[in-house]
């Protein structure tokens, strides 16, 4: 099996616009990026991209004995070195695009997730498919469903105006290249940007 960090680089080198770092996240980013989540209420977890799975291991510690997580990846490459490195059977790695989430979830989980997590480069995959790929996200949530995102750039801003009615906004500079933190909240509720994100208030549904 070969090395993360040597997978990770080739990605990045075959498909810049669709990977966007030849770095994995930073311990200090995912930790931040996760510390707002109600892990306790979490029960369909969505990971895009999870390439190396720094985030991916970090959220299976987190996560309630009974949850699930789904995690969608394009690269053949990354998805399998995710399935041989992981055993733990809460996680379901999928090789597909984000675009298919919801039937993804129906053919793994109940209903409809309590969070999403996304690092998905969406100042470079395109307008076309963003613009998809963040609806078709808020369609996945529940009501009281959460996106976390970490991105280099802000284009997905607008995404989450259009998609989503709260807006939680955080800036990590320790990680390479640093990064802009999202979590959204109210899909599909109409914009209301600015407000802050409350976990109590807006976090995941609970008992269902
Ligand atoms: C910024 S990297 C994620 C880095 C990862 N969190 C880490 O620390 O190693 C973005 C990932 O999204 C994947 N990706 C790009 N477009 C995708 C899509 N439409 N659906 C699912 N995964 C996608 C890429 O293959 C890449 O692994």
Request: charged residues 25%; contains cysteine; glycine residues 6%.
């Amino acid at each position: 099996m070969k090395d993360a960090g040597w997978i990770a680089a080739a990605e990045f080198v075959r498909h810049p616009s669709m990977v966007g770092s030849a770095f994995p996240a930073s311990a200090r980013m995912v930790r931040r990026m996760l510390a707002p989540l109600d892990w306790s209420n979490i029960e369909v977890l969505v990971e895009y991209g999870p390439g190396s799975g720094r985030f991916t291991f970090e959220m299976l510690k987190r996560m309630r004995p009974d949850a699930q997580l789904i995690a969608i990846e394009t690269s053949q490459a990354f998805a399998a070195m995710l399935r041989e490195q992981c055993n733990d059977p809460r996680l379901v790695v999928v090789e597909g695009s984000a675009r298919d989430v919801r039937s993804y979830i129906r053919a793994e989980a109940r209903g409809r997730a309590d969070c999403i997590l996304t690092g998905l480069p969406f100042s470079t995959l395109g307008d076309a498919e963003a613009d998809i790929i963040m609806h078709e996200t808020a369609l996945a949530l529940k009501p009281t469903g959460v996106l976390a995102a970490y991105q280099m750039r802000t284009a997905i801003c607008r995404l989450i105006d259009r998609n989503f009615a709260y807006v939680q906004r955080d800036f990590e500079w320790c990680n390479i290249p640093p990064c802009h933190l999202y979590w959204a909240a109210s899909p599909l509720k109409g914009p209301k940007t600015g407000e802050r994100f409350d976990p109590a208030r807006n976090g995941p549904e609970r008992g269902s």
